[in-house]
């Protein structure tokens, strides 16, 4: 991301964070504790939505190093919330095996490289008990407007919008992966062009073999 999107980032998604993605982020991250590990964490959207308890531990990864300043700062000013800033990314996470009790994503597996290699390492890092908690911008009903027009602006939109794709079917992804979708919601995105509305957001726990 270039330097100038890093900095409107905020800006661009402040209606929408306010019209949605604000409460979203707060119910699917109440429950969180141990160690917790935000992937693709931006400029620190959902920072001070984690609760307050000692025991939470936050880790905090961003590939970008304008998203990551970005995020340095915010956690700066917030001087009562404490977390590790990593620089990796989905497909490669500095993390040993089984370690987080939590993994969070928002608005990220549109953009990854690799969707499997992600979730697979996100398998890798979450302990067997641990929980995948997802919030993503999604691919419409197949057949629907929306899908149509998805499919034919994906093109350019990636090339625009940093390899973020509106076509992606994640939901399909994480269950191929091995998890076992716990909780999903489907719901559009307020306050956003329609063929980036289309939603899901749930928790997953890792399938038993
Ligand atoms: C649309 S922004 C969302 C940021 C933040 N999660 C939020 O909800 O506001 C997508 C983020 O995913 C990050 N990203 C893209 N590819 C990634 C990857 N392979 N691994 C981790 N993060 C990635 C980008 O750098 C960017 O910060």
Redesign the pocket.
């Known amino acids: ?1 270039s330097f100038f999107s890093a900095l409107f ?1 905020d800006k661009v ?1 402040q209606y929408t964070e306010e019209a949605c ?1 604000i409460e979203w ?1 707060r119910v699917l991250l109440e429950n969180v504790d141990g160690n917790v590990l ?6 620190g ?2 920072l001070g939505l984690y609760p307050s308890k000692p025991s939470l531990t936050l880790y905090l ?4 190093q304008h ?1 990551r300043m970005q995020l340095q700062q915010k956690l700066q000013s917030q001087s009562e919330m404490k977390a590790t800033v990593l620089s ?4 490669s996470i500095e993390a040993d095996d089984d370690f987080f009790d939590y993994v969070f ?4 597996c ?4 690799d969707v499997a290699a ?1 979730l697979q390492e996100i398998k890798r890092v979450l302990k067997p008990t641990g929980r995948f908690i997802f ?1 993503e911008h999604v691919a419409a009903e197949p057949g629907s407007q929306c899908y149509h027009w998805q499919q034919r602006l994906n093109f350019i939109w990636r090339r625009v919008a ?3 794709h509106l076509n992606r079917a994640t939901e399909q992804s994480i269950i191929d992966a091995g998890f076992v979708i716990e909780e999903i919601q489907y719901e559009k995105m307020r306050k956003m062009i329609a063929v980036v509305q289309p939603t899901i957001r749930g928790i997953a726990r890792i399938a038993l073999e």
């Open positions: 991301m980032y998604m993605l982020r935000e992937i693709g964490a931006g400029t959207a959902s990864a961003e590939p970008d998203m990796c990314s989905t497909e994503v928002s608005l990220v549109c953009s990854v490289k992600s919030l940093d390899n973020c």
